[in-house]
């Protein structure tokens, strides 16, 4: 009997089909490992604990413990962040680890695009957007004197924020470190929602733009460090006092790559 071409066809795909469910599997099983692993080599080499690690990051033991065992797959960035921040991971070897696991930097979906951000290729679907050395007040604030490069972000970013909305600074100090390493450059979008224990750009009196924590009382609106470091001030305005601030952006990521 004679097979015939639909025949071929079907058991090619078929095959096809069976080949990339197994590649799949061991993609991901290969990917849980990578993560895990460079977790926990990177906790064992800063000498803590994982309940240690839990408290210096906000990720509960559990959760470190199910990534460390490789029984979580891709854990969120927001988590990786977390983190990174607490390992002081400023070589960004747990994020380039959860590259593998295709995660995106700014909505915790898993996306394959997340590598040209982290590593500041461009070859792949991004866009650019100007990363500033500082904002200065006054008018105009945004003056093209103090750009010093762009910073490759995936089009779903800028589709979600708007290209003219988003702009990138270098944070310069340590008074966010626990959520933003001092050196990096950090996206915010103008075309904000800004919540409690938002990360903001701002503008306090005539100075330049700080990075700080927002959170908002029935009485106040406070600008707060988030640091690991002491002596970092926050700026409180009363309800009732001048709002003598202007909010420039929220956080959305951040990144070592050198611009």
Request: with cysteine; aromatic share 8%; glycine share 6%.
């Amino acid at each position: 009997m004679v097979e015939s071409s639909v025949d071929k066809f079907c058991c090619c795909l078929h095959a096809n089909i069976i080949a990339g469910i197994v590649c799949m599997q061991y993609n991901n099983i290969w990917r849980r490992l990578m993560i895990g692993s460079v977790l926990k080599e990177m906790r064992e080499e800063m000498g803590i604990g994982v309940n240690q690690l839990a408290s210096r990051s906000g990720v509960s033991a559990s959760q470190i413990s199910r990534i460390e065992n490789q029984l979580q797959n891709s854990p969120t960035v927001e988590t990786i962040q977390k983190l990174s921040v607490a390992l002081r991971d400023n070589g960004g070897r747990l994020i380039t680890a959860s590259l593998a696991e295709g995660m995106s930097p700014y909505n915790s979906k898993r996306i394959d695009t997340l590598a040209p951000v982290v590593n500041g290729h461009s070859a792949i679907n991004t866009e650019m957007v100007r990363v500033y050395e500082t904002i200065h007040t006054g008018n105009p604030a945004w003056t093209d004197e103090d750009i010093i490069g762009e910073l490759a972000v995936p089009p779903e970013l800028v589709k979600k924020y708007g290209r003219d909305h988003l702009f990138a600074i270098t944070v310069k100090g340590e008074s966010v470190d626990r959520r933003i390493p001092n050196g990096h450059v950090a996206v915010f979008s103008r075309n904000h929602e800004i919540k409690n224990g938002s990360i903001v750009a701002v503008h306090i009196g005539d100075a330049d733009a700080v990075v700080r924590v927002f959170e908002k009382t029935s009485q106040a609106i406070i600008f707060m460090p988030d640091s690991w470091l002491s002596g970092f001030r926050s700026y409180i305005y009363r309800k009732d006092s001048d709002q003598n601030f202007r909010i420039l952006g929220e956080y959305i990521y951040s990144t070592d790559y050198p611009i």
